[in-house]
Structures are given as C-alpha cells and as structure tokens.
C-alpha cells in the first residue's frame, strides 16, 4: 500500500497542536510520513529541539515528524495538506501550493473565517478542499513551542461541495485515529459559519479591550457589544440563507463560559501584541463587505473595526 504522505503547514497554535499529535502517532507507523512546513526561527527551534507542545493532553511533550521542510514548494507527492496559518497568508500558501499539488490532493484548512473555502478555490480549482471549523484554545509560547489549555482541541469537517464525489472518510480516519475529536457533517458550512458567530462577536471584543473570553462574557457592557455584533452577523447569515440555530446567540454565551476563564482569543493576543498583520479583516472586514454587498447595517462591527485600527495607529505611532 502507498504510504500516505501528510503534510501540516504552519506550527502555530493551531497546526502546533494538531501536528504535534499527528506526527507522534505516526511516528512508528510506514503507512503514514507527517512532513511538518515551517519558515525562519519555527524551522530553527524545531530542527534543533523538535516540536514542543505543552498540554496536560500530552505528558511527552517533544515529537519530531518524519520530515521537516522550510516551504511548501519542497512538498513531494503530498498526498493531505492540513492548512494551519493565519488568514493573510493564505493566498500565499495556495499559490505556492498550486504547481506541486496533483488533482487527488485533499487540502483541509484549520483556520476561522466564511469565506476561507472560496479563497481557496480562486487560486487552487483543482484538488478537494474540504471545509472546516476548529476550536482550540493553543497559542505560541516561543517558537517551536505550543501551549494549549482547556478542552481538547475539536474539528468538524464537511464535503468539497464542488466535489460531492469525494468522501472524506479517509482523511478524516486519519486524525481520528491520532486521537484528534473530528466530526463529519457532510455540509459544514452552519458549524463554520456558528465558529465564525462566536469568534467574530468575542474576537473583535476581547481584542478591542484586551479582556479574555470569561472577562468579556462576565461584563454586561462587553456582553452588550458582543451581542450587538452577533445579530448583526446573524442578519448576513439570515440574507445568506445559513441556517443558524434560532438561539445562536444564548448558545454562544453558553459557548463562551466553556471555555477556561482566562482563555484569550487569538485576535486579541495579536492586536495587543502590537503584530504588524492581524486577522482584523477576517472577522471584521467580513462583516462590513458583507454588510455592504447585503445591505445591512452594521454599526457596531464599524465602530469596533474603527477602534481597534486607531489604537493600533496609536501604538505604532508612539
Ligand atoms: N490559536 C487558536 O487557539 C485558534 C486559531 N484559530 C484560527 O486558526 C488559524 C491559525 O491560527 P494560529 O495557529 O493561532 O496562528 P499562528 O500565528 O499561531 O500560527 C501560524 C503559523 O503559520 C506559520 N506560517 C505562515 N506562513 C508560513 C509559510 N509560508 N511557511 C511556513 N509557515 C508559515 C507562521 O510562521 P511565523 O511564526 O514565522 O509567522 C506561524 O507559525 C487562524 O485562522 C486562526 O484564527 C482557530 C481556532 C483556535
Ligand atoms: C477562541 C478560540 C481559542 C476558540 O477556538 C479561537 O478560535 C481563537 O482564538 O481564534
């Protein structure tokens, strides 16, 4: 049998978590090679020490894949690339992909966002790209090392609707087996579309104030602003026609609370890390183009999206 060649591109939070546990399973086992992508002192840290990951998931904390390399142009034959960079540079990633992938390739994005699967697909037509959402709280902690708290990390995984003859069972075996809590939902667009309810509204707050994801739900003010986003998300899902469920809103403060009190989003820590690319327009930016395509006013997502920007002016600017 042809040996499976899976590749995660990106060892941050995200890719840091879900590669760690993918390359330890497979570590002893011919039938799968975990290649890991990473650029510049990641590469580095990881060549030199492995990849650490510190999870009370995980009591043996460095792994090293089958095969490390510094850029997606040095993938051969891959046959899974797990996509787990932040939003802006993911066009990027797709273009380089683009000339090595063969039209059997499965790409699975790790990533927040709607409109991540289309953004794909304007550079990358063939292949199956299957959509997905993915909670986990696991950031950075230096480079090669990845910190996660809280529950463990869960992905729900849906059908390539331009390829509907593509069943993802295999891929999705694949992570499963790893111990990674992955669901099929043959369209996983609603559960996108939820994820992206609750990090957009707790995202643009907690950024905004620099307040953890228990701060923000515990204080009525923050609350307010967070809920004034949602159902200004809720109205462009609405016009959409995503289907969301009619209590989003009770189910994502609900959400919230699942998370340890002191949970930071990912928007938060990189606005207040003062990075020069952020996911602001991701969550944000949707919002307003949406909001313009559809129509709809919102107000408070343009408030918000104008406060962050002049603080991050501010900083720059001091
Ligand atoms: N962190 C979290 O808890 C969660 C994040 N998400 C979402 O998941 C996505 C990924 O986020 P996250 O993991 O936190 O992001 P991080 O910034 O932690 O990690 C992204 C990694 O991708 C690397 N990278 C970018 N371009 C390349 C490249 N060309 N070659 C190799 N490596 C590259 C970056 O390298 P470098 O360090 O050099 O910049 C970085 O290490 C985002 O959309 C985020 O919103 C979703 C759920 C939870
Ligand atoms: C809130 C969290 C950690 C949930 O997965 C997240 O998605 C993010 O910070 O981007």
Not at 139 to 151: D, F, L, M, P
Not at 189 to 200: D, R
Not at 242 to 255: G, H, M
């Amino acid at each position: 049998m042809k040996t499976t060649e899976l590749a995660i591109v990106g060892l941050g939070g995200v890719g840091g978590y879900f590669g760690f546990k993918l390359a330890q399973f497979y570590a002893p086992d011919p039938a799968v090679n975990i290649t890991f992508v990473a650029r510049g002192a990641t590469y580095d840290a990881v060549k030199e020490h492995g990849l650490t990951l510190l999870s009370p998931e995980h009591p043996h904390s460095v792994t090293r894949p089958a095969k490390l390399v510094q850029a997606v142009a040095e993938l051969a034959d891959v046959d899974v690339v797990v996509i787990c960079v932040k939003e802006y540079d993911l066009e990027k990633i797709c273009t380089e992909l683009k000339p090595i992938l063969h039209d059997n390739v499965v790409l699975l994005p790790l990533m927040n966002g709607v409109d991540i699967y289309d953004r794909i697909r304007r550079i990358i037509p063939a292949a199956s790209v299957l959509p997905a959402c993915v909670y986990v709280a696991s950031h950075i902690k230096e480079k090669g090392v990845v910190e996660h708290k809280g529950n463990p990390g869960r992905i729900i995984v849906g059908q390539d609707p331009q390829r509907p003859a593509y069943q993802p069972q295999h891929v999705v075996g694949l992570l499963a087996d790893a111990g990674i809590a992955i669901e099929y939902q043959p369209d996983a667009f609603p559960a996108i579309w939820t994820k992206f309810f609750f990090i957009a509204s707790f995202g643009l707050v907690s950024a905004r104030y620099n307040k953890s994801i228990g701060q923000v739900e515990e204080d009525s003010s923050l609350r307010e602003r967070a809920q004034a986003i949602m159902q200004e998300i809720a109205a462009i899902a609405h016009e959409k026609g995503v289907v969301l469920p009619a209590d989003i809103i009770s189910q994502t403060f609900q959400k919230a609370r699942s998370f340890p009190y002191h949970t930071p989003t990912s928007l938060q820590l990189d606005v207040n890390s003062n990075k020069s690319d952020t996911e602001l327009e991701l969550f944000a930016g949707a919002i307003l183009t949406y909001g313009e395509a559809l129509h709809i006013e919102v107000k408070e997502t343009r408030k918000i999206y104008q406060e962050i920007q002049e603080s991050q002016l501010h900083k720059a600017s001091r």
